[in-house]
């Protein structure tokens, strides 16, 4: 028997994470989908109705970059979503990963898919900056 969460507590974390999920995947398909309709009028070179300035243009760009950013940091949570979620299926979660000691339930109820502990995050956050 691992010393991790018990039963009860999992399943709710599962559902929790299997919510946020879902969440994640909506905003993904939105984003994806503005995103492709801005290209695809673009491309079409249909400018009808559409001043043409230099700074709507730059505008755009700046729009469409910063949803592909926003899309590529919601698939990194949905990455940790899924392996948080794997962790659950393994009794796993909500061990640390780096002192393997128990994380705070409420920051886990906070950031259901978090890996590590506040005083690991911390360290590893300041390693980071170095
Ligand atoms: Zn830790």
């Not at 969440?23 to 398909?29: A, N, T, W």
Request: proline letters at 1%; glycine letters at 4%.
């Amino acid at each position: 028997m691992k010393k991790g969460l018990d039963r009860k507590k999992l399943k709710e974390y599962k559902e929790k994470l299997l919510n946020l999920k879902e969440e994640m995947l909506e905003q993904i398909k939105d984003i994806s989908e503005d995103t492709l309709m801005k290209s695809q009028k673009d491309m079409s070179g249909d400018m009808s109705g559409y001043s043409i300035h230099m700074a709507d243009v730059a505008t755009d760009n700046y729009e469409r970059e910063f949803n592909i950013g926003i899309v590529s940091d919601e698939r990194k949570m949905l990455l940790e979503i899924e392996e948080a979620l794997k962790r659950i299926e393994d009794k796993e979660y909500g061990i640390c990963h780096k002192c393997e000691k128990i994380i705070n339930a409420t920051r886990l109820n906070a950031i259901p898919y978090v890996q590590y502990c506040k005083k690991c995050q911390e360290e590893i956050e300041k390693e980071n900056k170095v």
